[in-house]
Every structure is written in structure tokens, then in C-alpha cells.
């Protein structure tokens, strides 16, 4: 059974950078697309960036020139890695991952932006 493990979230100030981590097991990770998602209180769950398996990328409009996303077919992992964070940024952010139907849902990790 595939599983998704995400950290590196945390408290920072505004303008600062974080990079998240998502761990993948169980799972063919190479053939996955993955996906970061965010959601905050309130709010419905939106699509922060993809990575496709051939290591195209997307990123949603509030986020795009901020992070990156970039995967490590090695080390079975893909990163986030946000950069100029503003207090609207913060949100549990999911890690998932998608191959024809099938996906898989990390547990989320907490990212606050806040002085």
C-alpha cells in the first residue's frame, strides 16, 4: 500500500522561505505524477504545483515565480520549495500523488506565515 509522508513545514516570517518534503513508499514513485495542494481554514483544498513524470511542471497563479517544485525519482521524493512567503501562503499543505485514477494522499504539514 502506498504512503506519503510530507515535513519541513513550520512557522515563518513573512518574505522568508521554506522547502517541504514528500516521501513516497509503496508506490512505483517514478510513473506518479505529484502534486502539492494547500488548504486553508475556511477554504477549499487548491492545487499549488505539479510535476509531471517527465518532470514538466505547473503551478497554480498565486504561487507561480514563488516555489518550485521538483521531484527526486532516486530518493523517491518530491520538494516544494517556497520562497518570498506571504501571510496568505499559510495553509496545511498535502502532498499527492496520481498514476490513471489511483491516488495517493499525504497527512499534511503546517505551514504559517506570520511577523
Known amino acids: 500500500q502506498g504512503a506519503l509522508v510530507e515535513s519541513g513545514g513550520g512557522l515563518v516570517q513573512p518574505g522568508g522561505s521554506l522547502r517541504l518534503s514528500c516521501a513516497a513508499s509503496g508506490i512505483v514513485f517514478s510513473i506518479h505524477v505529484m502534486n502539492w495542494y494547500r488548504q486553508a481554514p475556511g477554504k477549499q483544498r487548491e492545487l499549488v504545483a505539479t510535476?509531471?513524470?517527465?518532470?514538466?511542471?505547473n503551478y497554480g497563479d498565486s504561487v507561480k515565480g514563488r516555489f518550485i517544485i521538483s521531484r527526486d525519482n532516486a530518493k523517491n521524493t518530491v520538494y516544494l520549495q517556497m520562497n518570498s512567503l506571504k501571510p496568505e501562503d499559510t495553509a496545511v499543505y498535502y502532498c499527492?500523488?496520481?498514476?490513471?485514477?489511483?491516488?495517493?494522499w499525504g497527512q499534511g504539514t503546517q505551514v504559517t506565515v506570520a511577523s
Open positions: 510535476v509531471t513524470k517527465e518532470f514538466r511542471t
Open positions: 499527492n500523488a496520481q498514476f490513471y485514477g489511483v491516488e495517493y
